[in-house]
């Protein structure tokens, strides 16, 4: 990985985990524990498609750990990894299935396998099966936040493309 690539992906990782760290403070407006919009994996989903798959697993890894550590809450790292990483794989898989498009459909897969990812900690944790009963509460959430996500993804992409049509536009030699 050369080093201008390196810095773009620590910039990236950084403004994950601010977001991250901005967003556990605001208070949610659904009063359900757990839920969030999880608006750090707008990142992670416009890495995944501008970068690649190795590149946006470091970003969220990377994201993961540093939040951790700095949230100061050592025991959401169980639930943090489970669910980071099936929802990154899901996204993989339905990000390579849609080649690209459909960036909200990707990111909705990947926000209710998030939430299945700590239901299966929370088991692992209570050693109990009935945090069960509140996947029907986390797969409506996980479509609502999502689809937002996505959507943010999306329009963060055309964003990005106009900028660079108008700077590529500016740049060119007559």
């Known amino acids: 990985m050369n080093t201008k690539k390196m810095v773009i992906l620590a910039l990236f990782t950084t403004t994950a985990l601010t977001i991250y760290l901005l967003e556990s403070v605001i208070p949610m407006v659904v009063p359900v524990p757990g839920i969030k919009l999880g608006l750090s ?20 890894i990377t994201k993961i750990l540093l939040t951790s550590i700095f949230g100061g809450q ?9 669910g980071g990483c099936l929802c990154f794989l899901a996204m993989g898989i339905m990000n390579k299935l849609l080649q690209n ?10 926000a209710i396998f998030h939430n299945i990812g700590q ?6 944790v209570l050693q109990s ?6 996947f029907y509460i986390l797969l409506v959430s996980g479509v609502v936040t999502g689809l937002f996500t996505g959507l943010c993804t999306h329009f963060l992409i055309v964003q990005f493309r106009k900028i660079k049509s108008k700077h590529d536009k500016n740049n060119q030699i007559p």
């Open 41 to 60: 994996n707008i990142i992670t989903l416009y890495v995944m498609i501008k970068y690649g798959n190795k590149d946006a697993f470091l970003v969220l």
């Open 74 to 82: 050592m025991m959401s790292l169980l639930y943090s990894l489970l």
């Open 101 to 110: 498009r459909y960036i909200y459909i990707t990111s909705v897969i990947g």
């Open 119 to 124: 239901l299966i900690a929370a088991m692992l």
């Open 129 to 134: 099966v009935s945090v069960l009963a509140y």
